[in-house]
Each structure stands twice: as C-alpha cells, then as structure tokens.
Nanobody, 129 residues
Framework: QLQLVESGGGLVQPGGSLRLSCAAS????????IGWFRQAPGKEREGVSC????????TYTDSVKGRFTISRDNAKSTVYLQMNSLKPEDTAVYYC??????????????????????WGKGTLVTVSS
C-alpha cells in the first residue's frame, strides 16, 4: 500500500520559514489527492493544503493562504509544503495524507481529515522565539 514519510520539521522563530517534504512509495493508483494536515495539542486535526498529482490543482485553508505553498515533483514522488511567515499558531504536528483521486472530490480534501486512506507518521513544527 501507499507509504508516506514526512520530513523537514523543526524549531523556527516567528516569521521564519520551513519546507516540509512528503515522500511517497508503493503506489496502487495513478492519481491521488495528497494533503497536509496538522494537529496541535488539544485541537482537532485540520486540513492545511492539498494538491492533485494529476493536474497540480491546489487548495489551502484560509489561515495559511499567502504564506504556504504546496507543490509536487511527480518524478520524485514527493509533495512539498513551503511555509513562510510562520506564526506561533502554526505550531503542530504536520501529517501528509493521501487518497486515490477516484474516491475523493478534490475540493473536499482540506475538510477530510477523517477521510484520508494513507497517513505518514508526522513531523513536528514548532514556531517559537
């Protein structure tokens, strides 16, 4: 089955930047919706951004628009999340998740924390001075 491995998390000061990577392997379908989700202590898991590896369509939750950019390199089977202008409220464990595109309307991705089929183990992002 599809396996996802996140990397790139760490400690960064407010206003700083990090780039997260999600490397995928074990494909069983040609097209997937791939999303970044995050969960802070005491809060529900929320969708951050999603991308379709088919045509590169992207979506973002309102709180990160203009600051985060999702992208993919299909040749490397990797999805990235470039995070700029980081805020303390961005602190969370960030997870990469995926579902075959045929099973999910792309527009639903950032609202589908309970509907993704494959999950990485997460990478911790801490934004603090």
């Amino acid at each position: 089955q599809l396996q996802l491995v996140e990397s790139g998390g760490g400690l960064v000061q407010p206003g700083g930047s990090l780039r997260l990577s999600c490397a995928a392997s074990g494909f069983t379908a040609n097209y997937y919706v791939i999303g970044w989700f995050r969960q802070a202590p005491g809060k529900e898991r929320e969708g951050v951004s999603c991308i379709a590896n088919s045509d590169g369509s992207t979506t973002y939750t309102d709180s990160v628009k203009g600051r985060f950019t999702i992208s993919r390199d299909n040749a490397k089977s990797t999805v990235y999340l470039q995070m700029n202008s980081l805020k303390p409220e961005d602190t969370a464990v960030y997870y990469c998740a995926a579902r075959p595109l045929r099973l999910m309307p792309f527009s639903a991705c950032v609202h589908s924390a309970d509907g993704m089929d494959y999950w990485g183990k997460g990478t911790l992002v801490t934004v603090s001075s």
